[in-house]
């Protein structure tokens, strides 16, 4: 009977994931962003903005190294790790980040399907003066999808392509911030024969810090051919190494939470995100900032 009730559990997942937005999407590592409900396109400025908003890394000024790890719908049979480190350049050039994803269901030994995206970034300044600040960042990624063996033991198939994404913030009086982030924009596809469309969104949204302590934030998400998703959060921070995190969001209906504690340029996220139908997802992340 738990053998029936894990290969349904697996169908369910993998049908969820279709019905979203298939493959190389809905996954993010920051679980800093997660706590927050994601909503972090306006604010996100750290290693992880290439997944959020490439324009972030431009207000990044230090180098950093992260990982974080993943447990989907709390399933043992789905994998999801993620790698970055990023380095600003001299001078008024910016900011680069090299990012690395792997996702892999196996079960029972068999690996079903494999997914690992490499990406290069980088962003900079457009305009900043005492009030006002404008940034732009790109992604270049190199997607590879590796569905794995049959029961007979025959390869079937892999393929990998590229994509494209670019991104603005915008910040004024350094409380009010706005982002918009285009993901796919080159409408990259996979397969020879057969091509599989690799989804297309677009993500825009505010942020505003009435002190220093607490920022709040909004986001719409649209994936082409999907219902829009709202989403909202907040963090707060009681203590310069405490950080508090609260999210919500639409389409489905999900609710967040998280926490992050910062020591001697260590900083260890962890986030909790349930789903309606679901099991609860958990992520946890460990940075090292040697600006700190």
Known sequence: MRQVIKIFMLLLIMAFYGAQ???????????????????????NADVWAPYYNP?????????QI??????????????NTFFGASMPLPGKYGTIAVNFEFFGVKYQGNTLSRENTFTFSHGFYLMNDLHSSLTFGYNVRYYYWDLGESIENRKLGAAGTLGLDVGL????????????FAY?????????????DLPQRIVAGVAYRPITEIITSINLDKTVGYDTQVLGGIEFHPAPWLALRLGAGTTP???????GLTYKGFTL????????????????????NFGQ
């Open 269 to 288: 996220d962890y986030s909790f995100q349930n789903h309606p139908v679901l099991p609860e997802t958990h992520k946890i992340g460990l940075m090292y």
């Open 55 to 63: 324009a972030g890394l431009a207000s990044l000024h230090t180098y």
């Open 66 to 79: 992260a990982s974080s790890v993943q447990r989907p719908f709390n399933q043992t049979f789905l994998q």
């Open 184 to 196: 796919n924009i080159n409408a990259p596809s996979l397969g020879k024969y057969t091509k599989h």
């Open 253 to 259: 209906n999900r609710i967040s939470a998280g926490l």
């Open 21 to 43: 937005a298939g493959v190389f999407d809905g996954r993010y590592p920051s679980a800093q962003a997660t706590g927050m409900g994601n909503a972090v396109v306006a604010s």
């Open 169 to 180: 913030q915008g910040t004024l009086y350094h409380r009010i911030y706005g982002g918009i």
